[in-house]
């Protein structure tokens, strides 16, 4: 989880509270902005080098946007892996070679011999039979949304566009919210 907490913005949002409300609704609607287009960011920073879709990485993401008594802005991450079918999958059963997937966009194919691709209500799955019976079958997954945000040193991506945004952004929703 990444949290973005300003410090001194209570102490802030206190000195400027003489201007009336705006001053906590310009601090709550600027950490929003600068949040939404930070995560912006650092998703197409970890979608650079892996295969998977901006849609599929923001599916694992939860965010806890700033109010006006909370000012604090939250991304949550899931620890669940991304199904390997999201990583450009191939059922090459008819070439007796499984199921080819290529986990990032500088690499080469990896191949599971013994896989199969299987749809269902739930979409498209890497399966493997754990015995030779019919069931139970062994799903296979990939790498979680967390290690891949880390890996690509997307959370430095993160904090610095929050930055760079916060402070272009502040002092023109402080005047517009203050009514000046």
């Known amino acids: 989880m990444i949290e973005i907490e300003i410090d001194g913005a209570k102490d802030l949002i206190k000195k400027l509270s003489k201007l009336g409300i705006g001053a906590t609704k310009a601090m709550a609607t600027t950490l929003n902005e600068a949040g939404r287009h930070a995560v912006s960011e650092s998703v197409k920073n970890t979608t650079k080098k892996y295969t998977f879709l901006q849609r599929d990485f923001k599916k694992n993401m939860k965010i806890d946007r700033a109010t006006m008594g909370n000012t604090t802005y939250q991304m949550k991450l899931s620890t669940m892996p991304i199904p390997l079918s999201r990583f450009k999958a191939k059922d090459r059963r008819a070439r007796g070679m499984g199921v080819s997937f290529k986990l990032l966009k500088q690499g080469g194919r990896g ?12 979409g498209t799955h890497v399966l493997m039979r754990k015995t030779k019976d019919r069931y139970p079958l062994i799903p296979f997954a990939s790498i979680t949304p967390t290690s891949a945000f880390l890996n690509t040193g997307s959370d430095s991506v993160f904090i610095e566009s929050f930055m760079r945004y916060f402070d272009k952004r502040y002092v023109t929703n402080l005047k517009h919210f203050s009514g000046r």
């Open 111 to 122: 191949v599971l011999p013994k896989a199969f691709m299987a749809t269902n209500s739930r």
